[in-house]
């Protein structure tokens, strides 16, 4: 089993960058890992994945503003955000997939808020 553990979260600025880090109980090494969000009254949405071999999948509206990375040493991934904009108020939430064990992990979330 794996802990997932959020922070980074808080107030941005409109265009302005957070940096959210996800730190993992154990290794992630065999893990899809990825950033997933939830806006007030919406469905959580899939923002970006990283596989184990570098593959980035994301989602179309942060492409080119959102950068996920991981650095399995430290059992840590990260969503470096610019920018921002108020849709991208949302709680933020990590997860770590196996497809092999299909063990499947979240964390509980750190709020993201856009705003003036």
């Known amino acids: 089993q794996v802990h997932l553990v959020e922070s980074g979260g808080g107030l941005g600025q409109p265009g302005g960058s957070l940096r959210l880090s996800c730190a993992a109980s154990?290794?992630?090494?065999?893990?899809?890992m990825g950033w997933y969000r939830q806006a007030p009254e919406k469905q959580r949405e899939m923002v970006a994945r990283?596989?184990?071999?570098?593959?980035?999948p994301y989602k179309d509206s942060v492409k080119g503003r959102f950068t996920i990375s991981r650095d399995d040493a430290k059992n840590t991934v990260y969503l470096q955000m610019n920018s921002l904009t108020p849709e991208d108020t949302a709680v933020y939430y990590c997860n770590a997939y196996n497809l092999v064990t299909r063990g499947d992990y979240w964390g509980k979330g750190t709020l993201v808020t856009v705003s003036s």
């Open positions: 990283i596989t184990s071999d570098g593959t980035t």
């Open positions: 154990g290794s992630i090494s065999r893990y899809i």
